[in-house]
């Protein structure tokens, strides 16, 4: 069953994008209701969300979340990101067929 995110969900964006959403609590302390709000598990402050695309076709997205005791996620880390949703997407699109 597709979880539906709202036209801010970050999720959303990174598939208009076609490419890496990167967002933090920026509380201090951070938001109680941050994670929720996004429908990410309690204690997520941290969020990088990428496009699952193959052969020009969108077929999900994958989010990577941290906790309040790791630091933002860097530029490597992004690419790391992006690295793996094309093997996912790639892999989910071939078992597709």
Do not use: K
């Amino acid at each position: 069953m597709p979880v539906r995110y709202g036209e801010l969900h970050p999720a959303r964006r990174a598939v208009e994008q076609a490419g890496a959403v990167v967002l933090s609590d920026t509380g201090t302390p951070p938001q109680p209701d941050w994670a929720a709000l996004r429908r990410w598990p309690a204690g997520s402050v941290h969020a990088v969300c990428t496009a699952l695309r193959s052969r020009g076709r969108t077929v999900g997205v994958l989010t990577f979340l941290r906790g309040p005791s790791r630091q933002r996620f860097g530029r490597a880390d992004i690419a790391y990101a992006e690295d793996i949703a094309a093997r996912v997407a790639a892999a989910v699109d071939l078992a597709a067929q």
